[in-house]
Structure formats: C-alpha cells, structure tokens
C-alpha cells in the first residue's frame, strides 16, 4: 500500500480503532441528551387492576326500620342485606402528568446533559488530533529509519573496504595486525547498528498499520517527499490568545464547569416542592358507589419535611465540584500558556538546527564530489571515496531528522492551539 502523509491522516481518521470508541461515545451520550429532553413533556400513563374481595361489609335494614303499618305491616318485613359493589373488582385508568415545578431541576438536568454531548464531542476531537499527531509522528519516524538504515549500509560499504585494505596492508607489512582487527571490529558494529534500525523499522511499520486500523503486518510505502511539509503556524502571542480560546482541554474543562454549575443549581432547586398538574380518565366495574366511568384533575404536592440531611450535603458536594472546575480551569490556562511558549522555542531552536545541518549536508556533498575526484585521479583510496559517500548519506539523515523533528514540533503546536495537526 503505497501512501502520503495526508492519505495516511484521512485513513486514520476513518479507521482507526480509538476514533470509533469516541465516535459511538458520542451517539451514546446524545442519546441520554434525547432522554433528558423527554423529561419536559407531559407523561402519559395506562393503569389497571383485577381485585377480589374476600368478604363485603353490606348495608343491613333491619326489619320495620322504614315503619310498621296495619295494611302492610313492618316494612320491610324482615332484615335486607344491600351488598356494597361485588367480591371482584375492574379498573382501568390513562391518565396525564405535567411536571410544573420540577421544570426547574429538568432543566438543569437537560444543561449538564448538553454538556456531556459536548465534552464527548470535545474528546473525540482530542483523539482526532491525537491520532493525527501520532500519524505524522510514526512517518517521519519510518522515513528516517530508513534514510539511517541507508547511511549505516553505506557506512557499512565502506567499512569492508577498509577492511580489505587494512588486511593488504598487513600482508604487506605496511601495517600491524591490529589495524585489520580494529577494522574488522567496525565492521560488527555497524552491522549491529543496521540490524538494530531493521529491527526499529519492523516495529514503526507495524505501529503505522495498527494506528491506520489496518492488519499489523500490511506493507506500506511512504513518501519520502512528505518529510519537508512545513506547516502553516500563527505567531507566538497569536497562538497563546488561540489556544486559551480554542484548546481542547480547557475546552473540555470550561464544558465541566457549566455541567457542574447546572448540579449546583439543580442541588438548591431540590429544596422546592414538587407540584404536578394532572389528568385522569377512570372506568370502575364492582366498585359501590361509583359510575362505571369518570373523570379526575387537578395537582398533586410533594414535599419531604426531613431527609437527613441529604439535600443540604448534595448542595455541598455540588458546590465543592463548581470550586474544583474552577481551580481546574485556572490551572490548564496557566500550563498551556507555558505549553506554548515551550513549544515555539524548541521549534526556534529546530530551525536553527535544520539550518545547521543543511551547512552540513552542502559541505558533505562537496568533501564527496572532490573525493571522487580524487579516486579518479588516483590520489586518493577507495575507502576514502567511499567513507565521504557515507558521511554524506549521515548528514542527509541528519537534515531530513531535523525537518521532520521541526515538522513534528509545528503539528504538536498546532494541536495544542486546538488545530488538526495536518
């Protein structure tokens, strides 16, 4: 799979493991928003129940209770027994609720919920940044292992030339046995140098496919052009007055200050009574005294006289949250500043080092082309051509280290200020 620095980016961004996580975070949280919000509608509500009565008290008439007359005689003529309703009683009830002063800790309730969307939102920009850096840091790093690994095989070249003229010289009594171990000795550890930069160079490439969401042992081809990307950053007070307004973890904080306040007041809000509007249409079947079908409304009032204290330390604790956010606040302000300022001085001092280390290169290029030009004319030795060649390979691994190192700490800048490092 052959991808540049920006593909690699948007592929991550779309597959990559910890993107996904947040991302269903995110629908999950805006669910128990939705839910929230569902608190401000009236309730509807069906109820019913079959019960049967063991015995039934009755209204008993007792013999002659209503007078005792010549031409009827006692009325009535013996004791009646008038049941109330029957043994099994039918209700069924819908009714409606609307919550009136309980609006108050609802809507509290629907502040903190928004928070919680927005601090999950927040987070999955985070890891999105995150995930960007991370990117941009595992290319770089692969591109120059693999410009290292290519200046210790040259390194390595011209160790072996050496070798074999040491080993000439010994023969021919222009040199002690001692040189040819030295050199044979340079040769091993380059050789350990180029099989520890495989070895790191195996493990960043199975760490770029891990974070790309794909299979750890997907091959990929890099650009090698993508190393001299420079990113586009604001000034160094701009970037302080951004990040104070745009970054994402005091943004994430800020939202958990709002969500904090909002339990505070919906803590004191707990000390108003509950009262509700309701709505009730009933159907009774064996009930005495009641038609089969009627309607109630009117309000119901709640209100708990004691409870232990329980609200008053609800407030405390919601009060000590608020001072908590707040000092939380204060201090992610302070360390982002220092972040910043931290950040533009190691990219000044990345700069310079790239400046440095271009000088290098050109004066590595040159020793090259006169060391060629001196091979060629046979006033110098192969092993002095070829370790020119290497040197020169070393210092291009060097500059192309210092462009990424000034690339990485641009992006790391970036994502601070609450940027996509792309």
């Not at 013999?63 to 009535?76: E, L, M, R």
Request: proline content about 3%; glycine content about 6%.
């Amino acid at each position: 799979m052959q991808l540049t620095l920006e593909q690699a980016i948007n592929l991550a961004l779309k597959q990559n493991h910890s993107i996904h996580l947040r991302s269903l975070s995110v629908e999950q949280t805006q669910s128990k928003k939705d839910e929230a919000r569902s608190d401000y509608l009236p309730q509807i509500k069906a109820s019913g129940s079959v019960l049967h009565i063991t015995e039934l008290a009755g209204i008993e008439i007792p013999k002659g209770a209503f007078g005792n007359y010549p031409a009827t005689g006692p009325v009535p003529a013996k004791p009646l027994v008038v049941d109330q309703g029957s043994d099994t009683g039918y209700t069924g009830a819908a009714g409606l609720e609307q919550p009136l002063t309980q609006l108050f800790r609802i809507h509290q309730a629907n502040v903190a919920a928004k928070q919680d969307l927005l601090i999950a939102k927040t987070q999955l920009d985070q890891t999105q940044d995150s995930i960007a850096l991370q990117v941009r840091q595992l290319y770089y790093n692969i591109l120059i292992n693999q410009q290292k690994l290519k200046a210790s095989q040259d390194q390595l070249a011209a160790a072996q030339i050496k070798d074999e003229e040491s080993r000439n010289d010994v023969a021919r009594g222009n040199a002690l046995e001692i040189s040819a171990l030295q050199s044979k000795a340079a040769i091993l550890q380059v050789q350990q140098e180029s099989l520890t930069l495989r070895l790191q160079g195996n493990d960043l490439q199975r760490q770029l496919a891990d974070v790309l969401g794909l299979p750890v042992e997907t091959p990929i081809d890099l650009d090698p052009g993508a190393a001299a990307v420079a990113l586009d950053i604001p000034s160094r007070t701009d970037a302080i007055r951004i990040a104070l307004d745009q970054n994402q973890d005091l943004k994430a904080a800020r939202q958990t200050l709002t969500k904090a306040q909002a339990g505070l007041t919906a803590a004191k809000d707990a000390y108003i009574p509950d009262v509700t509007a309701l709505s009730r249409y009933s159907y009774q079947s064996g009930v005495p005294f009641l038609v089969h079908n009627f309607g109630t409304f009117g309000f119901s009032l709640g209100y708990d006289l004691f409870d232990g204290g329980r609200r008053e330390a609800k407030v405390r604790e919601a009060r000590s949250e608020v001072h908590s956010a707040e000092v939380t606040v204060d201090k992610l302000q302070s360390e982002i500043e220092v972040q910043v300022q931290g950040i533009y001085d190691r990219v000044d001092e990345l700069r310079q080092m790239v400046d440095v280390a271009g000088q290098v290169l050109k004066v590595r290029t040159e020793a090259a082309r006169l060391a060629d030009r001196q091979f060629e004319q046979t006033a110098a030795l192969d092993s002095a051509r070829s370790q020119s060649h290497a040197d020169l390979a070393s210092a291009t691994a060097s500059l192309l280290e210092a462009n990424c190192g000034l690339s990485l700490a641009e992006a790391d800048l970036k994502r601070t200020i609450g940027q996509m490092p792309q």
